[in-house]
């Protein structure tokens, strides 16, 4: 992730009404609090704990390390695809073990596309749900490579 866009430690301190002008103060309501609900999952050894967003991208994101080497990193994006719709992405990306250093795996990839605001709404929530599963689920490397299907 670049330092060279605009970061903030809340999503109250994000410009959602800027980047998503659709949204209603109600959804904008919605998706400030299921990013507190991330920001809540976060250990207290995932220090960086920023929200970055893409000023002309239409674009959000964050991710919590899970475990204190930074080997399981939940993720959360919301962004246009392909056709200039949003949609919501997680995954959780976890560090190599592999002989050969491939940076990282991805286990429970999901892209939920979107038509509007509330449906953008409706998305994160989801994609938060999923995340605050994953955090329950393990924390250790381990288990999320074997989901990821490597050794
Ligand atoms: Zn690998």
Same mark, same amino acid.
């Given at each position: 992730?670049?330092?060279?866009?605009? /970061? #903030?430690?809340?999503?109250?301190?994000?410009?959602?009404?800027?980047?998503?002008?659709? *949204? %209603?103060?109600?959804?904008?309501?919605?998706?400030?609090?299921?990013?507190?609900? +991330?920001?809540?999952?976060?250990? &207290?050894?995932?220090?960086?704990?920023?929200?970055?967003?893409?000023?002309?991208?239409?674009?959000? *994101?964050?991710? !919590?390390? *899970?475990?204190?080497?930074?080997? !399981?990193?939940?993720?959360?994006?919301?962004?246009?695809? #392909?056709? =200039?719709? *949003? #949609?919501?992405?997680?995954?959780?990306?976890?560090?190599? &073990?592999?002989?050969?250093?491939? /940076?990282?795996? !991805?286990?429970? $990839?999901?892209? %939920? !596309?979107?038509?509007?605001?509330?449906?953008?709404?409706?998305?994160?929530?989801? =994609? +938060?749900?999923?995340?605050?599963? &994953?955090?329950?689920?393990?924390?250790? $490397?381990?288990?999320?490579?074997?989901?990821?299907?490597?050794?």
């Amino acid at each position: 992730m670049s330092d060279q866009y605009p /970061g #903030a430690h809340r999503m109250a301190d994000v410009p959602l009404a800027e980047l998503f002008p659709e *949204l %209603t103060p109600d959804e904008r309501r919605r998706i400030t609090a299921a990013a507190d609900a +991330v920001d809540a999952l976060r250990p &207290a050894t995932d220090v960086r704990r920023i929200w970055q967003w893409f000023p002309a991208g239409r674009s959000f *994101l964050t991710e !919590v390390f *899970l475990d204190p080497n930074r080997d !399981v990193e939940l993720q959360i994006e919301v962004g246009p695809v #392909a056709d =200039g719709r *949003l #949609a919501c992405h997680t995954q959780v990306q976890v560090g190599c &073990a592999c002989e050969r250093d491939h /940076g990282g795996h !991805v286990a429970d $990839p999901v892209s %939920t !596309v979107v038509g509007d605001g509330r449906s953008l709404a409706d998305a994160f929530e989801q =994609g +938060v749900a999923r995340l605050r599963a &994953a955090a329950a689920a393990s924390a250790d $490397p381990g288990h999320w490579r074997c989901r990821a299907g490597v050794a």
